[in-house]
């Protein structure tokens, strides 16, 4: 297989893992006064947008069958 199949095989597999998997976050939320400072650090997980997700197959399957072509 050519490189670009195998970069839209790539692509197509991170699409259909964005669609479960979320990208994990954090946050630090404090207040310092002086010398003194109190904080939290809250952690959240958030989805890709599904339009990321779409586009990324998509795209990958456009350079998967431009790759297996050929030329």
């Given amino acids: ?10 692509l197509i597999v991170l699409g ?16 310092k006064v002086g010398d003194a400072s109190i ?8 989805r890709a947008p599904m339009a990321l997700s779409v586009a990324l197959i998509v795209g990958g399957a456009v350079l998967a ?3 297996s072509r050929k030329g």
């Fill in 65 to 67: 069958v431009a790759g």
């Fill in 39 to 46: 904080g939290i650090q809250t952690r959240t997980t958030e």
């Fill in 16 to 31: 259909i893992a964005s669609f479960f998997v979320g990208i994990p976050r954090s946050e630090n939320h404090g207040v």
């Fill in 1 to 10: 297989m050519k490189p670009l199949g195998i970069l839209g095989v790539i």
